[in-house]
């Protein structure tokens, strides 16, 4: 099988890439970043089944150049707000199954566009394949209700979802410049969710982060609110990427935390290393490859990784599903 990786030089692709090379049904890996020499670097220490090339994924040209011969795109490229449809209406008119750790940015009537592209082709694809829109997704499929009644109602309402982090340990630069532009006011702690600061965003999802010197920068960011304008919420993001060296956090925390929450029920995936949703990306990526269903357009991501399969994807990444 041959992955192409887009953003394989950033925090997730390149965790994303270190799985993908270690696995025997990926024949040929190519990393492909802006920064052909990050992704060159990577690709020589990783394994000789790598090879490296360069793209502005913004382009349709430069990445269709690419696609040839290849099973699936894995798009961990970053902001995805951005990139997220050039990426997959490129994808989609070269025949590529795609995968990618879009933040649900799509409006609704692009998704429709991007569905029906992918259905033309007659190829797959799942967008939100990372912790958060991803393993939110999956906790709410088949997790949210674990150890609850046979006959237990549904909520009228979707579940809360929200991503706690190490500021230490979890993100690169396009992630925090994501969480320093989009939040909007400081959040209660969801049910079921590890303890500390939590922020609100703009789709009624929650950001966390450990209490101290991570929590109170946060919180300087929203305090100021319209007063940073656009280049000082740039600076902010800059500026968590540059001291989270020092930001203490509780002694065994994991990197990431990624949760839902429907009243006094939750389910949470711990994630020690802070390369679950890399996982979740990578292998979703292979199993769009090895193509064994004939769906195609745009497919939920609970409907092709199952519980088992997640149980499984969280084991190898010695992650801990919790749920009541």
């Known amino acids: 099988m041959k992955i192409l990786l887009l953003g ?6 390149r965790a994303a890439a270190v799985l993908l090379a270690r ?5 040929e890996l190519i990393l492909v970043d802006y920064d052909i020499r990050d992704a060159k670097r990577l690709a020589k220490a990783l394994s000789p089944k790598c090879r490296w090339a360069m793209a502005d994924v913004g382009k349709p040209l430069e990445l269709s150049r690419l ?17 997220e449809k050039t990426v997959l209406l490129s994808c989609a008119a070269g025949g590529i199954a795609a995968v990618t750790i879009g933040e649900g940015t799509i409006a609704a009537e692009e998704r429709q566009e991007i569905d029906d592209a992918f259905r033309g082709a007659g190829v797959p694809a799942v967008v939100g394949c990372g912790m958060m829109p991803g393993w939110t997704e999956l906790l709410a499929a088949h997790f949210l209700d674990a150890g609850v009644g046979v006959g237990h109602p549904q909520p009228p309402y979707p579940a ?5 982090f190490s500021p230490a340990r979890f993100g690169g630069y396009a992630f925090l410049r994501g969480v320093a532009r989009g939040i909007t006011g400081t959040a209660p702690v969801p049910g079921g969710a590890p303890a500390g600061n939590y922020f609100e965003m703009p789709d009624g999802s929650r950001i966390g982060v450990p209490p101290g010197k991570a929590g109170t920068r946060m919180g300087r960011i929203v305090s100021a609110g319209g007063k940073l304008g656009a280049v000082g919420k740039e600076f902010s993001a800059a500026l968590l990427l540059w001291t989270r060296g020092g930001m203490p956090e509780p002694e065994g925390a994991p990197a990431a935390v990624a949760g839902v929450a429907v009243g006094d ?3 949470r995936v711990e994630d020690p290393r802070g390369d679950l ?15 064994p269903r004939k769906a195609t357009g745009l497919l939920p991501l609970p409907e092709l990784i199952g519980r088992e399969e997640a149980e499984n994807l969280a084991i190898a990444s010695g992650a801990r599903i919790v749920s009541a």
């Open 8 to 13: 394989a030089a950033g925090f997730m692709g």
């Open 23 to 27: 696995r025997d049904d990926v024949g």
């Open 67 to 83: 696609l040839e011969g290849i099973d699936a795109v894995a798009s961990a490229v970053g902001p995805r707000a951005e990139y």
């Open 160 to 164: 809360k979802r929200y991503l706690f």
């Open 265 to 267: 029920r939750f389910a």
């Open 277 to 291: 949703g890399a996982a979740l990306l990578a292998g979703t990526a292979v199993r769009l490859g090895a193509r």
